[in-house]
């Protein structure tokens, strides 16, 4: 058989990376109109349904596409290349059969789990919320808790239908298929604001319903696809040497993997400590937030844990699979940070206040817009850190090294919960009011929260304080990530462009400010003429430092 040459390889990664960024894009414009839809409908009102996705998005993140990923991908990818270079040999039928013993058990886990979560709904929620979720919300929270839970286990076979395609160079459709999870939201959502008077009980329950129908569909959707690529798969309880390298494997990809994802956990949890509507604020700024992490760095970093699996055994190889997914990562991560930074606020408006105004629901106010573009800004600086680090946890994984980004997580988060907590308080004292940021710093304690939390002046600005804590959370993992990997692979990994980039996004943020403060622009106007400005600066900078894309 021919080995494949380096230009082939990187074709495949390149193609595999824009599919898998075409259909995270997909996916996350579907997500940003679904919060859109909230904003308009619950407004800083939808604290409920924020809590009661907590433990539902812990049970998939910490056994779905994360820790699938981690564990399973490499072992699979690895088996169907050795049967791609023997098709006579075993690995074929043992590629199939690992993939039916990890449904199988997935399955009865994730059941289990969630049996648990129907069962202690109440102790759970006041767990996840840090028990300051007040008693009007509470039993809400668990009603919608209970009705979230039972679409878990959907979810992690749709993560497991997406680890399966992805080993096998599908992306696009696995990637895509959170579309009619949104969708079916969305549907709920805009049913609720047509048939509904500002019923945000009664509309919250309509969502929770959607999303069990949602994950069901998001399952459906890959399964022909699957099929034909992976042959008939079905539930197994077979144990294998394959399945137990998954499980060796699983153990720290779950911590690693997990933790991450706690992170969004945690932001949320310790937003129930603040004023009232702060869950809400930080809701509303993570979709944003992970939009480019999504679109470029986890696109990219996916696409390479694939071609650096198949290739794990050669250093250099997985080295220059490193190098390239920086730079793609990199050149994206400049321009988003200045986005996010300089611009949050104007996004938040044209996303969320305006068609709140628009749609006449009294949703998510002028002041509610401004906290969330400051609490943008606040993640805009965790940007290319978070986005980076990807790629340097997906090339540990592929060369076989999963504890260490299990225990650089666990910093991660520890990092985070003190930073977050230091700066929240001192945050929830200021608050916005008919547009300006005013502050109460009465109380002597200023490490405690506000006396009155459920009744606030204006909108608090607790949730940049979380952001900030989240930046300095992500500038370690990547700061230990990338010395672990320089480390490992006995060379120092980069971009080669931290420069160029730096001075290009500082380009585009100047002129974000420019425009907001010379220029009375209306919403959503605004954010699209920042946006094409921003990008045309951005390029125009890094062609005059002397960068050409085709030339790198």
């Known amino acids: 058989m021919t080995e494949p040459t380096g230009s082939s390889i990187n074709a495949a990664g390149q193609s595999g990376s824009n599919r898998v960024a075409l259909g995270i894009g997909f996916s996350r414009i579907a997500g940003v109109i679904r919060e859109i839809f909230i904003?308009?409908?619950?407004?800083?009102?939808?604290?409920?349904l924020r809590f009661a996705m907590q433990i539902p998005n812990l049970i998939q993140n910490l056994l779905g596409e994360g820790s699938l990923?981690?564990?399973?991908?490499?072992v699979y990818a690895g088996s169907l290349q050795r049967a791609e270079e023997d098709p006579d040999g075993p690995d074929a039928r043992e590629a199939q059969q690992l993939a039916s013993s990890v449904l199988g058990f997935g399955l009865a886990i994730v059941g289990l789990l969630v049996a648990i979560v129907v069962l202690f709904t109440r102790p759970l929620?006041?767990?996840a919320t840090l028990g300051a979720v007040e008693a009007d919300r509470l039993d809400l929270t668990v009603e919608l808790t209970r009705i979230t839970a039972v679409g878990v286990g959907l979810l992690v076979m749709a993560a497991w239908c997406l680890g399966v395609l992805n080993a096998h160079r599908e992306y696009l459709i696995?990637?895509?298929a959170p579309v009619v999870w949104n969708l079916a939201q969305i549907i709920a959502l805009a049913a609720a604001l047509i048939f509904l008077d500002n019923e945000v009980s009664t509309a919250s329950r309509w969502v929770a319903g959607a999303i069990v129908i949602g994950s069901a569909a998001q399952v459906l959707v890959q399964l022909p696809k699957l099929l034909s690529v992976a042959g008939n798969i079905r539930p197994s309880f077979k144990r294998t040497y394959l399945l137990a390298d998954v499980a060796e494997r699983m153990v720290p990809a779950v911590a690693a993997r997990g933790v991450v994802q706690l992170s969004s956990f945690l932001s949320i949890a310790l937003a129930a400590l603040l004023v009232k509507g702060g869950p809400s604020v930080i809701g509303y700024s993570i979709p944003l937030?992970?939009?480019?992490?999504?679109l470029f760095g986890f696109s990219v970093a996916t696409a390479e844990l694939t071609e650096m699996s198949r290739k794990a055994s050669d250093d250099?190889?997985?080295a220059n699979r490193v190098r390239i997914g920086l730079r793609k990562v990199a050149l994206a991560a400049g321009?988003?940070?200045?986005g996010l930074v300089f611009g949050g606020g104007a996004f938040a408006t044209g996303l969320y206040e305006w068609p709140s105004s628009i749609f006449g629901s009294g949703g998510l106010s002028s002041d509610g817009a401004i906290a969330v573009g400051l609490t943008l800004a606040g993640f805009g600086l965790a940007l290319p850190a978070a986005m980076t680090a990807r790629i340097s946890q997906n090339a540990l994984y592929a060369i076989g090294d999963v504890k260490g980004p299990a225990q650089i997580a666990l910093v991660r988060l520890a990092v985070l919960a003190v930073v977050a907590t230091l700066l929240m308080f001192q945050f929830d004292r200021l608050f916005v009011v008919g547009g300006e940021i005013m502050g109460d710093f009465g109380q002597s304690d200023i490490l405690s929260p506000m006396a009155d939390r459920e009744n606030p002046s204006g909108v608090h600005l607790g949730p940049v304080g979380i952001a900030l804590g989240s930046a300095a959370a992500a500038w370690t993992e990547w700061l230990l990530l990338r010395r672990r990997l320089n480390a490992a692979l006995g060379q120092k990994l980069a971009s080669g462009l931290a420069i160029d980039i730096t001075a290009a996004a500082s380009v585009a943020?100047?002129?974000?400010?420019?425009?907001?403060?010379?220029?009375d622009i209306p919403a959503p106007i605004e954010a699209i003429v920042l946006g094409v400005c921003a990008v045309v600066g951005y390029v125009a900078t890094l062609h005059l430092l002397g960068y050409k894309p085709r030339e790198r």
Not at 69 to 74: D, E, L, Q, R, W
Not at 289 to 294: A, G, K, Q, R, V
Request: hydrophobic share 65%; aromatic share 8%.
């Open 39 to 48: 904003a308009a409908v619950l407004g800083t009102g939808a604290d409920a």
């Open 69 to 74: 990923s981690a564990a399973f991908v490499p």
């Open 125 to 127: 929620v006041r767990l």
């Open 174 to 176: 696995p990637y895509a």
């Open 289 to 294: 937030y992970i939009l480019p992490i999504s």
């Open 316 to 318: 250099e190889a997985v």
């Open 335 to 338: 321009l988003c940070t200045a």
């Open 509 to 519: 943020g100047v002129i974000i400010l420019a425009i907001r403060v010379l220029f």
